[in-house]
């Protein structure tokens, strides 16, 4: 379990601009920065998470989902998001998570499924 200290955000020292200006709050555990933002949306609030690593490496999925658990709860559904070419923006090593509204749920899991599936 990670130990984390609250950390300056972009937002509060006044840089960046666009989305990197927005995340308000961040955190380290002296391996992962991790910076948040709230985002409006259709669905509810969502909350965009940032991560990214002290070696500018490649973060494990089980790395990530500890870091959202331990942050952002245990019971809250990310996604991570594969864009369409036209929206991809790549310009750090860092990894974003989407996290939903508390309480809301994905229409699909990877747990066992009751019904019919259709094979592709």
């Not at 666009?18 to 709050?25: A, C, D, R, T, Y």
């Not at 002290?54 to 809250?76: F, H, M, S, V, Y």
């Not at 369409?84 to 923006?89: G, K």
């Not at 990894?95 to 599936?117: D, E, Q, R």
Request: glycine letters at 8%; a negative charge.
């Amino acid at each position: 379990m990670g130990y984390w200290v609250g950390k300056p955000s972009p937002k509060s020292k006044h840089v960046g601009t666009g989305w990197f200006g927005e995340l308000n709050k961040a955190w380290s555990d002296g391996k992962y920065v991790v910076m948040t933002r709230s985002v409006e949306t259709e669905w509810g609030e969502v909350i965009h998470a940032c991560i990214r690593n002290a070696d500018n490496t490649d973060i494990p999925w089980a790395e990530k989902q500890r870091i959202k658990n331990e942050l952002l709860g245990e019971e809250r559904t990310a996604i991570e998001v594969f864009p369409a070419n036209s929206d991809l923006v790549d310009e750090a090593n860092m990894y974003h998570l989407w996290v939903l509204p508390a309480g809301m749920k994905l229409p699909f899991t990877i747990k066992a499924n009751t019904s019919p599936t259709q094979t592709l």
